[in-house]
């Protein structure tokens, strides 16, 4: 059964350093999502990729975050600057369309700064 | 503003049967899930409502009254396995994902 694959599933890094989280959607899905999990707290959407751009996004998403899909396969969120808020899980999400029942969630990054 | 509220723990005994309220107030409908997260991974779905009405799934319902923005999910025959959070989340207007905060679900033998 295809998943959604994440790599690293660990990122520890300095504050102020920028970190790129990758994600590999399922093949035929269309639409990509980013979502974050502070430790102990909600799922917090961040954004939201189709057609090689931006849906939505949250107001969370900020100037920091940027998303691409350099190549066919891999969707990327990059952080640029990181800070001590955001260490959290991040988790990517495909789904094949927009109102589509569900949506297939990676198993996440950890990600910790320091 | 958007608002998903659950009970934050419930505890139930093996073999029992279980509901886990979810009401929602969100700018827009398109739909509401429930996930199942077990501590350290990621959410995985269970199911989906857009209609008033049940739907069952296994030992899995999930009710909607879009009416009184609410919803339950109801497990049966409780498995041990079955212990994990549950998240209640809601596709706006914009079809962004709104979670609540998960139902921790305890199951003692």
């Known amino acids: 059964e295809p998943e959604v694959t994440q790599t690293p599933s660990h990122q520890v890094t300095q504050m102020g350093q920028e970190v790129i989280l990758r994600c590999v959607p399922i093949?035929?899905?269309?639409?990509f999502y980013w979502y974050r999990q502070i430790l102990g707290q909600k799922v917090e959407f961040l954004v939201s990729?189709?057609?090689?751009?931006?849906?939505?996004k949250s107001e969370i998403f900020d100037d920091q975050f940027s998303v691409e899909r350099p190549d066919g396969s891999n969707f990327t969120l990059k952080i640029r600057s990181t800070k001590l808020e955001d260490s959290a899980m991040y988790f990517c999400?495909?789904?094949?369309?927009?109102?589509?029942?569900?949506?297939?969630f990676g198993p996440g990054t950890r990600l910790l700064v320091l | 503003g958007q608002n998903i509220d659950q009970p934050t723990e419930m505890t139930a005994t093996e073999g029992a049967i279980v509901q886990i309220n979810c009401t929602y107030q969100?700018?827009?409908?398109?739909?509401l899930f429930w996930y199942q997260q077990h501590a350290g991974e990621a959410p995985t779905f269970l199911s989906y409502?857009?209609l008033d009405g049940l739907e069952e799934k296994g030992r899995f319902s999930s009710f909607l009254s879009r009416s009184k923005g609410y919803s339950y999910l109801l497990l049966k025959e409780l498995q041990m396995k079955d212990s994990a959070s549950y998240l209640c989340a809601v596709r706006d207007s914009n079809y962004q994902l709104i979670w609540g905060a998960g139902t921790k679900l305890i199951i003692k033998p």
């Open positions: 093949s035929n899905h269309l639409y």
């Open positions: 409502n857009v």
């Open positions: 999400a495909s789904g094949r369309d927009r109102g589509g029942e569900t949506q297939y």
């Open positions: 969100t700018s827009g409908f398109n739909g």
């Open positions: 990729f189709y057609n090689n751009e931006i849906s939505e």
